[in-house]
């Protein structure tokens, strides 16, 4: 066969942008289910729902002793306090609190009078020391939205949430086709003018890493008829046909006119050094890669060319893993003698990468699935400054981090249906939210943290919602206030509503304990509203200062008995299996600063807030929504 010159060498993007747009994988839908325990780095293809909540008991967070709280009230070191063995129950650190207790007091403010007696130093505060059921995950939560490789923490938060089937992506199969007369296997002993055959093995832990089932078939000796139907065979069984060696012009390199004789060749040759030697082709509609037979060439052309091409397969984004300096906006406090590590979100919300601080309890697993991040607080200092510069581990790749849409605020479900939604049509944009409040979300809009907040913070006096507010804190900055979705609040109560509450009213009876929102959340506002409205004192409430941060975690209160009653959203308690008495409609908006309008992740995100009925037909499908204005700017 005549020597044949490269066809029409490339650039590298030319080639990648040819080569992708020409193999076809957007059929790639091959799907499987499989237990948690086996889905360790696999893809999701569907969101990924808790089916129960984590922990699923109240239970103790501490050694020491049960008690009830109200039994302990005026205990101190100076005064201490003697409780009969009746009053409290020896407990571990993760044992179940007895129903007749709410408190636990740990054990280094407890000594033994007898055997039937304590004395406590310290009084308990209801609920102090109880790792509350729902705590870490609430049952219907949203745990990993699609196109999310799972790693080990994703496994153990699945199976914290009782998933028992995750619907993952198959792995594409790919053939490995090594060829050449002058390569012999690995373990035999290499005669002059033969070398051991490495780079297959190489390819096939690059497809492993990458999400892909390699097929390596036996070594193909430098024949064009073999060539052909081994290339042709393994087109009709692989999902990507990788050949090794055989690539550039020479007088026995047949991979680019087998290419050529059975499908189309697209290129032959690409500027890059080394690497240049690369034949890429479609056949039967299975992607070829003709790599080049020297190891670096190979391994480069392999990163270029069939990284991205499984990551378009798998619907991910082909990264890598990085370090980044970041700047820390609020003061971070610290304990001397631990170094700390601290899980952030990280966002490209200014010139900068700006890194947030998540929930720094040891117990919430959930906050590592959401981490962009890790830093680390020396053991020598008390905690970091605002503006000071930290060095952050990613737990995802930069570039993620720079597509990434970063919502801090108030809590609300359409926002997790919104991330699945934009992952599932954009795979390289990340969009994820921090449930600080509407207060917190306005606060951390004025300091740089985020790309948009949400807020439902009602103006008493107007009757409107969000707009008094932001002429207030954030007049210098120029904004835009979009409305997301109107939502009815309401009392959650327990199934068939056992104590006949009506309304807020029946909040101050002695019987009805309550379970109240953080201070700075819309829904705290609500509540004060209403009450005042109604001429109740909070100190009559029950239970007003139970604070939780997300309605689901209300709702989770009220179902594992914390709680009679919480004021959240209908879909909250429809996830859950609740009853509702509404209260009232409010307008739950969106606050982003003019100067990401134009940022391409938040565009999409907004254009799929304006146009897809999908996730219009989705927020519905929850319950206590109106989409109405949904993408109406408001000011």
């Known amino acids: 066969m005549r020597r044949k010159r490269y066809l029409n060498k490339l650039s590298l993007k030319e080639a990648q942008k040819l080569f992708l747009e020409h193999a076809d994988v957007g059929i790639f839908n091959k799907t499987e289910n499989l237990s948690?325990?086996?889905?360790?780095?696999?893809?999701?293809?569907?969101?990924?729902?808790?089916?129960?909540?984590?922990?699923?008991?109240?239970?103790?967070?501490?050694?020491?002793?049960?008690?009830?709280?109200?039994?302990?009230?005026?205990?101190?070191?100076?005064?201490?306090?003697?409780?009969?063995?009746?009053?409290?129950v020896i407990i571990d650190t993760g044992d179940p609190v007895p129903p007749d207790f709410n408190a636990v007091i740990m054990i280094e403010?407890?000594?033994?009078?007898?055997?039937?007696?304590?004395?406590?130093?310290?009084?308990?505060?209801?609920?102090?020391?109880?790792r509350m059921a729902g705590e870490d995950i609430v049952a219907t939560e949203l745990i990993l939205t699609r196109g999310h490789f799972i790693r080990p923490i994703d496994l153990a938060a699945m199976l914290s949430g009782g998933v028992q089937s995750v619907t993952v992506k198959k792995k594409p199969v790919v053939a490995v086709i090594p060829t050449g007369d002058e390569i012999v296997e690995p373990g035999?002993?290499?005669?002059?003018?033969?070398?051991?055959?490495?780079?297959?093995?190489?390819?096939?832990?690059?497809?492993?890493?990458?999400?892909?089932?390699?097929?390596?078939?036996?070594?193909?000796?430098?024949?064009?008829?073999k060539i052909t139907d081994i290339i042709k065979q393994a087109a009709a069984d692989s999902d990507i046909v990788l050949t090794s060696a055989g690539s550039s012009a020479g007088r026995d390199d047949y991979i680019p006119p087998a290419i050529e004789e059975l499908g189309e060749l697209l290129v032959h040759g690409v500027s890059i050094s080394p690497g240049k030697p690369t034949a890429l082709g479609v056949v039967d509609g299975t992607p070829v890669l003709g790599l080049p037979g020297y190891p670096v060439s190979m391994a480069i052309a392999a990163e270029s060319f069939l990284k991205p091409l499984m990551s378009?397969?798998?619907?991910?984004?082909?990264?890598?893993?990085?370090?980044?300096?970041?700047?820390?906006?609020?003061?971070?406090?610290?304990?001397?003698?631990?170094?700390?590590?601290?899980?952030?979100?990280?966002?490209?919300?200014?010139?900068?990468?700006?890194?947030?601080?998540?929930?720094?309890?040891?117990s919430v697993l959930n906050s590592l699935v959401r981490a962009d991040g890790i830093m680390k607080i020396p053991e020598n200092s008390e905690g970091l400054m605002p503006d000071e510069m930290v060095k952050v581990e990613l737990m995802r790749s930069a570039e993620d981090i720079k597509n990434s849409v970063v919502a801090i605020g108030s809590h609300d479900i359409t926002l997790d249906i919104l991330a699945d939604e934009i992952k599932a049509s954009h795979p390289e944009i990340n969009f994820s939210s921090a449930h600080v409040g509407s207060l917190g979300g306005l606060m951390a809009i004025k300091r740089g943290e985020a790309h948009m907040a949400g807020t439902h913070l009602l103006d008493e006096e107007t009757g409107d919602y969000n707009v008094s507010y932001i002429k207030r804190m954030l007049s210098d900055m120029e904004l835009s206030l979009i409305n997301l979705v109107y939502r009815t609040q309401g009392l959650i109560v327990t199934p068939g509503n056992p104590k006949n509450i009506k309304d807020l009213s029946d909040l101050v009876r002695d019987d009805v304990t309550f379970c109240n929102r953080q201070r700075g959340s819309g829904t705290r506002v609500l509540l004060d509203y209403q009450l005042k409205q109604a001429g109740i004192l909070s100190n009559q409430v029950d239970g007003y200062a139970r604070e939780v941060y997300t309605h689901m975690a209300v709702a989770s209160a009220v179902t594992t008995g914390i709680a009679d009653a919480g004021l959240g959203i209908y879909a909250a308690a429809k996830a859950l299996g609740l009853d509702f008495i509404p209260i009232s409609e409010e307008r739950y908006d969106l606050i982003i600063p003019d100067k990401f309008i134009q940022n391409p992740s938040l565009a999409e995100l907004l254009n799929i807030i304006n146009e897809s009925d999908n996730f219009r037909k989705r927020v519905l499908e929850l319950g206590g929504y109106d989409t109405r204005d949904m993408g109406k700017v408001i000011m």
């Open 36 to 88: 948690p325990r086996e889905s360790l780095g696999r893809i999701t293809a569907e969101p990924v729902f808790a089916r129960i909540s984590s922990p699923h008991y109240h239970c103790s967070a501490m050694d020491g002793i049960a008690v009830l709280a109200e039994d302990t009230f005026g205990a101190s070191t100076a005064t201490p306090l003697r409780l009969s063995k009746e009053q409290f």
């Open 312 to 362: 378009k397969m798998l619907g991910i984004s082909a990264t890598g893993k990085q370090k980044v300096d970041a700047f820390i906006t609020r003061k971070i406090p610290s304990k001397l003698g631990s170094e700390e590590y601290v899980r952030v979100k990280l966002s490209h919300t200014q010139d900068v990468v700006v890194a947030t601080p998540l929930s720094r309890g040891a």
């Open 109 to 130: 403010k407890v000594r033994e009078v007898d055997e039937n007696t304590i004395e406590i130093l310290s009084a308990a505060a209801p609920w102090q020391y109880i």
């Open 188 to 225: 035999e002993i290499p005669e002059p003018g033969t070398i051991i055959d490495s780079n297959s093995y190489m390819l096939e832990a690059m497809v492993k890493q990458w999400g892909g089932h390699p097929a390596r078939t036996a070594i193909v000796e430098d024949d064009f008829e």
